[in-house]
């Protein structure tokens, strides 16, 4: 009896030790982590991470969110790493070091707030002076309706600070659930506005394909200047066109985890590669390897 219990302990202790040889412990490079993505440039965040699990022994599930939501899982301890649209505030850093959290932000692209309309629009011009006062609820007249993809979103937010107020005009103003309703409504429906993000428009999902045939992209004028710029990947990188944003990991794990391993990977040469490719504008663009020969070959002898 004493043999046979003596055997029972010794099989618990190697199943209980090959327990933990078998959970992942989290590194930089390896184990599993949660993301909070502002929703508004999740296609190419997908690509990052696809890449990255490829090469890795890690899994990254990302989280579509929009901003505010995004910030709340942060500051509720919900969520340790969020991938944003802006930087954090000099208020909302207080509210973290009163946590005893220090975020570490690293700054990997530039983004287009873009403004769509329907493929049959004729007149495909919007100046900022005209969209402001339309969202401050003085001119109805130049546009039919604006449509954001959230009420919380960072697209919203964006706009909101910029015409300087709190909250939008009860008419003329919609929103929805996320940049495919917006897409997706602009597409069947002449004279409205949509505000997206324009990684939906570069890289449509299957589900948004058809939808993204029937839209264009308005050129738009900035409060200070004289001419009308698209959302080029070019116009972003010449600061021309005037509804820009920067695009930023906020990494409060406290730990060398995957926050820290994917952060360095977007900001390294491929994760850059991948926003070149995602239309968007990498911080430092990649650099290109050129074979110089001394003679010329002819190849086809």
Known sequence: ?????????????VLVMSCKDDKKEETILKGQASIAVDETILPMLQDQVDVFQNKYDAKITLVAKSEGEALNDLFNLKATIAILTRNLTEKEKINFSQKKIVPKITIFARDA???????????TLV???????FLKGEDKSKFKGIVFDNPNSSTSSYLKNL?????????????????????????????M???????WITQPT?????????????????LKSNVYKSPTQNNIAEGT??????????????????????AS????????????????MPIRVPGRKFNVRNEIVNDKE
Do not use: H
């Not at 009896?1 to 202790?13: E, G, S």
């Open 265 to 280: 990977f977007i900001a390294g040469d491929v994760g850059q590669r991948i926003v070149l490719k995602s239309g968007l």
């Open 241 to 262: 066109y005037p509804l820009v944003r920067d695009l930023y990991i906020v990494n409060c794990q406290g730990f060398s985890g995957l926050g820290m391993g994917f």
């Open 206 to 222: 299957s589900k948004t394909r058809k939808y993204v045939d029937n839209v264009k992209f308005f050129s738009v004028k900035g």
């Open 113 to 123: 707030i873009a403004l769509i309309g329907n493929k049959s629009v004729i007149d």
């Open 1 to 13: 009896m004493k043999k046979y219990c003596l055997l029972v302990l010794l099989l618990t202790i």
């Open 127 to 133: 100046a900022m002076e005209d969209l402001v006062g």
């Open 163 to 191: 015409a300087k107020i709190s909250d939008f005009p009860v008419n003329g103003v919609y929103s929805f659930n996320s940049n495919e309703e917006v897409i997706k409504f602009v597409s069947e429906n002449k004279g």
């Open 193 to 199: 506005i949509g505000v997206i993000g324009m990684n």
